[in-house]
């Protein structure tokens, strides 16, 4: 067995190189958001830097007070690009039940979160960051990059993006398909909240089902099924505004 020389240089270990100090930015957010998620609450700074395996002091040699990190970490949180990003990566070949499927699987995620994080935070409303206009040009959030407009518009591009998914489809619908993502996007909202939806949380699945379908019995698949005349006519409603609703569309 051979032995190593006395006195012998031993290889030296490598060192971590020092992360960039916007990357430990980034990484801290994270951390923090992350934290407020599991513990529910604000997490101290203790915490934190326990969780991202660094000491204490360095939080504060790249965010000036904890507060300053706290609105950072919201605003990263809130912002709507990789949501975007992950709706525009929706297969575009898939069925239209699929495709909303998985639009509604990203939503579902997106305000279980917003909900944990805003309990956590005693948030009532979303942050008002403007348009995220660059955000959304880069695919992802730019911390600190604040853009100026109106909060009303800060989701059109996101909405665009999903409109998207639908664009082939509107002969298909009775109605216009923005109007199927808008009601998608309130019963995903109020069917995820624990609160709202009396602990009976809604699978992805069941939404878009309800949405498409409705929750009426169909005739048994060796039968004619009913058309969707049919069906509005059985529920009570005059079938020919139907036909004009689809006339008046452009």
């Given at each position: 067995m051979?032995?190593?020389v006395e006195?012998a240089a031993?290889?030296?270990?490598?060192?971590?190189?020092?992360m960039?100090p916007d990357?430990r930015?980034?990484a801290?957010?994270?951390?923090?958001?992350?934290?407020?998620?599991?513990?529910g609450r604000?997490?101290?700074?203790s915490?934190i830097?326990?969780?991202a395996?660094?000491a204490?002091?360095?939080?504060f040699?790249?965010?000036?007070?904890?507060?300053?990190l706290?609105?950072?970490?919201?605003q990263a949180?809130?912002?709507?690009?990789p949501?975007?990003?992950?709706?525009?990566?929706?297969?575009?070949?898939?069925?239209l039940r699929d495709r909303?499927?998985d639009?509604t699987?990203?939503?579902?995620l997106?305000?279980?979160?917003?909900?944990?994080l805003?309990s956590?935070?005693?948030?009532?409303?979303?942050?008002n960051?403007?348009?995220h206009?660059?955000?959304?040009?880069?695919?992802?959030?730019?911390?600190?990059?604040?853009d100026?407009?109106a909060?009303?518009?800060?989701h059109?591009p996101?909405?665009?993006a999903?409109?998207?998914?639908?664009?082939?489809?509107?002969d298909?619908?009775?109605?216009?398909?923005?109007?199927?993502v808008h009601?998608i996007r309130?019963?995903?909202?109020?069917?995820?909240?624990?609160g709202i939806?009396d602990g009976?949380?809604?699978?992805?699945?069941?939404?878009?089902?309800?949405?498409?379908?409705?929750?009426?019995?169909?005739?048994?698949?060796?039968?004619?099924g009913?058309?969707?005349?049919?069906?509005?006519?059985?529920l009570?409603?005059d079938?020919?505004?139907?036909?004009g609703?689809r006339e008046?569309r452009?």
């Amino acid at each position: 067995m051979t032995t190593p020389v006395e006195g012998a240089a031993r290889p030296a270990q490598r060192r971590a190189a020092p992360m960039d100090p916007d990357d430990r930015r980034d990484a801290l957010i994270e951390v923090f958001v992350r934290l407020a998620h599991r513990e529910g609450r604000k997490p101290t700074t203790s915490e934190i830097a326990q969780e991202a395996g660094v000491a204490e002091g360095t939080i504060f040699r790249v965010f000036p007070t904890k507060e300053v990190l706290e609105n950072e970490a919201v605003q990263a949180a809130f912002c709507p690009a990789p949501v975007r990003r992950r709706v525009a990566a929706i297969d575009p070949e898939g069925s239209l039940r699929d495709r909303l499927v998985d639009f509604t699987r990203i939503m579902q995620l997106r305000f279980t979160e917003v909900f944990g994080l805003m309990s956590a935070l005693g948030l009532s409303q979303p942050p008002n960051r403007g348009l995220h206009d660059a955000c959304y040009e880069a695919g992802r959030h730019l911390r600190g990059h604040l853009d100026d407009g109106a909060h009303e518009a800060a989701h059109q591009p996101l909405l665009e993006a999903v409109h998207g998914l639908l664009v082939h489809d509107e002969d298909h619908l009775v109605v216009p398909a923005a109007d199927v993502v808008h009601r998608i996007r309130l019963l995903t909202f109020s069917g995820s909240h624990p609160g709202i939806a009396d602990g009976r949380v809604l699978t992805p699945e069941e939404i878009v089902d309800t949405v498409l379908f409705g929750v009426v019995c169909r005739r048994p698949a060796t039968e004619s099924g009913l058309s969707i005349a049919e069906l509005h006519a059985q529920l009570g409603g005059d079938p020919r505004h139907l036909a004009g609703d689809r006339e008046a569309r452009p």
